[in-house]
Nanobody
């Protein structure tokens, strides 16, 4: 089992940047593919980005390509989400999630149901 704690959210002006962090504890972090999701009020939780166990493979939703960058540091048991050119529509609670994987290249991209472990979320609010 793995425990996840997100940080780095806050209030930021449109056009600004944020780096979200997700610290993991428990079982070996490098055993897990990781995903970043967000959920805005009244909307479904959506997958934004994913990264394989090794970090060699990444995935981005079309809506965030070019503005979001996912990375991980297995030595620090942490996954990051760098967000640039923030827009008011990026306002949401951002979650990281983990899924155990035998493959160092696999990224679950079908949706939230593929992930077994979740953090509590961090609020990102973008003002116009």
């Amino acid at each position: 089992q793995v425990q996840l704690v997100e940080s780095g959210g806050g209030l930021v002006q449109a056009g600004g940047s944020l780096r979200l962090s997700c610290a993991a504890s428990g079982r070996t972090f490098s055993s897990y593919a990781m995903g970043w999701f967000r959920q805005a009020p009244g909307k479904e939780r959506e997958l934004l980005a994913g990264i394989s166990r090794s970090g060699a493979n990444t995935y981005y939703a079309d809506s965030v390509k070019g503005r979001f960058t996912v990375s991980r540091d297995n030595a620090k048991n942490t996954v990051y989400l760098q967000i640039t050119s923030l827009k008011p529509e990026d306002t949401a609670v951002y979650y990281c999630a983990a899924e155990a994987s035998d493959s160092i290249f696999y990224i679950p991209i079908a949706g939230p149901d593929e992930y077994d472990y979740w953090g509590q979320g961090t609020q990102v609010t973008v003002s116009s």
